[in-house]
């Protein structure tokens, strides 16, 4: 799945577009909230480090951690997921921004 997300990610800059992944590693209730939270963001760091082997730029990845279920996940089970948000703008966008 990564690699794939990283084909995607490519051939947005190949076109011009500016992407920002966010990167989000889900856990389950049980555990400490504390424990949770790293476990959640290590999950999503692994897979930002995958994507960064595959080319994707360091500043688009956005990491972070969520101790509850994924959408569309049943709640009482294991929530042992990352899951990917991709945003994509033209160039042109950022730099009317910057102005």
Do not use: C
Not at 14 to 32: K, Q
Not at 70 to 88: I, K, N
């Amino acid at each position: 799945m990564a690699a794939q997300a990283a084909q995607w990610i490519r051939s947005a800059l190949d076109i011009g577009m500016v992407p920002e992944v966010r990167v989000i590693g889900y856990t389950d209730a049980s555990g400490t909230h504390q424990r949770n939270q790293v476990l959640g963001e290590e999950r999503a760091a692994h897979v930002a480090a995958l994507l960064r082997a595959a080319s994707v730029p360091q500043e688009t990845l956005q990491v972070e951690g969520k101790e509850d279920s994924a959408p569309g996940m049943e709640t009482d089970s294991l929530q042992r997921t990352v899951r990917f948000q991709l945003l994509l703008r033209p160039r042109d966008e950022e730099r009317r921004g910057a102005h």
